[in-house]
């Protein structure tokens, strides 16, 4: 996509900027805080940061050498409660992180992409802040026993409504959707729920954990 140059765009950017002011934490430093954990130390957890590549809507690298493979702590420990619960009522299976943290610089970039289009309903306006950018929430699905990734009905990042986890009865009896699909989402569900996370309507790979809210008044962001 080409990004907009226009005054609203760069006064939303400049605004958000604002916001995190002092209160922010440097992506570059976050290998030093004690609040953070990286994924690769998380026991039965695979990691493809799809935003690191070009696999993913915008089909470009959008984090360029930024390490974002990492979770606030309570996180964390709770991605590690759930690939536990996960091994052991649905051996073989295993989590795969498709994202994790992301700064606030890539959110607002994001945000001039799409802050004109459809896709704005999928991404959290940069005042407000994504959970994404506090290391509180996380995209993820599921591995077979074989290392393949179950088919979930449709993509990560394949924002339309296919992904809304409300709308799956609909689907399931339009035929738009499978039981199959169902059964791998609703493990993917239990095992999120099981470490505490909280999903969303519209994304079935995405999880909070922790009150919105209470994240976005009490934690650091990321930038």
């Known amino acids: 996509m080409n990004r907009p140059t226009n005054e609203a765009a760069r006064a939303t950017a400049k605004a958000a900027a604002a916001a995190t002011g002092d209160a922010a934490l440097r992506c570059e430093d976050i290998g030093q805080h ?18 690191a590549g070009t696999d993913n809507f915008a089909a470009r690298n959008l984090y360029g050498s930024l390490d974002c493979a990492w979770l606030r702590r309570p996180a964390a420990q709770g991605l590690a409660q759930a690939a536990q619960w996960l091994a052991q ?23 001039a ?17 994504s959970i994404h950018s506090f290391g509180m929430a996380v995209d993820v699905t599921l591995l077979d026993p074989q290392g393949c990734e ?19 009865s609909r689907h399931l009896a339009l035929g738009v959707l499978s039981t199959e699909h169902l059964v791998h989402r609703g493990w993917l569900y239990a095992a999120m ?22 994240v976005r008044q009490e934690m650091q962001r990321v930038v």
């Open 34 to 51: 004690p609040d953070f954990v990286h994924l690769s130390t998380i026991p039965g957890v695979a990691v493809d940061i799809r935003y």
């Open 150 to 168: 179950c088919d979930m009905g449709s993509g990560f990042d394949e924002m339309n409504p296919n992904s809304h986890p409300s709308l799956e």
């Open 193 to 214: 729920a099981a470490g505490g996370f909280v999903g969303i309507s519209t994304e079935w790979w995405h999880f909070d954990h922790g009150d919105r809210e209470q």
């Open 89 to 111: 009522h649905r051996p073989g299976h295993r989590l795969l992180v498709l994202d994790a943290l992301r700064p606030q610089r890539v959110q607002e970039a994001i945000w």
């Open 113 to 129: 992409d799409v802050h004109s289009t459809p896709m704005a309903a999928y991404f959290a306006h940069p005042l407000r802040g």
